[in-house]
């Protein structure tokens, strides 16, 4: 088998331990770009004494935004086409940050204040983190099993790999 051959082969082959270490992989690589866009949706939102549902819209799209960015600049770096890694990142990685904005959105809802608490409140600092720690369990199974399916994470490391570069 040439070395090609076995790295196609690793990639459709994964055994559990790789599934699981790619997954949290793929789940923290999300959360990051949904953490900085949800800290930075509400910071703006409570700053301008923006409404629960416009502050809630504001912070899943700044989610969405980074998420999709800190995937696609290190495609668009490796040479690959604008459109083609944005494309790549939409189906790689749209539902796992739905999960985690549904989810993220649900547990900053239920926890009383946490929305409007303000940047400076104590109650903003702590919820945030408690929130997107559910949100990432949450979004974990959902990861591994794209990763099973050789979907989700699995297409931005193909593309990387195609144009040569290793993303481990």
Excluded: R
């Excluded at 051959?5 to 994964?14: M, W």
């Excluded at 331990?17 to 930075?40: K, P, W």
């Amino acid at each position: 088998m040439t070395k090609e051959n076995t790295k196609q082969h690793t990639h459709h082959n994964h055994d559990s331990s790789d599934i699981n270490a790619m997954a949290v992989s793929a789940t923290l690589h999300c959360l990051t770009g949904c953490a900085i866009g949800e800290v930075l949706g509400l910071i703006i939102g409570t700053a301008f004494g923006l409404g629960t549902v416009i502050t809630i819209v504001l912070a899943i799209a700044l989610a969405f935004i980074f998420g999709f960015a800190l995937s696609t600049l290190p495609l668009l770096k490796s040479g690959v086409g604008f459109t083609t890694a944005l494309s790549t990142v939409a189906a790689a990685d749209t539902l796992s940050i739905t999960t985690m904005e549904i989810v993220d959105t649900i547990v900053m809802l239920a926890i009383p204040g946490a929305l409007h608490a303000g940047i400076v409140s104590p109650l903003f600092w702590v919820s945030m983190p408690i929130a997107l720690t559910v949100a990432f369990f949450a979004a974990l199974p959902v990861n591994k099993y794209l990763l099973k399916k050789n979907k989700g994470h699995f297409l931005t490391m193909n593309l990387l790999e195609k144009h040569g570069h290793d993303h481990h």
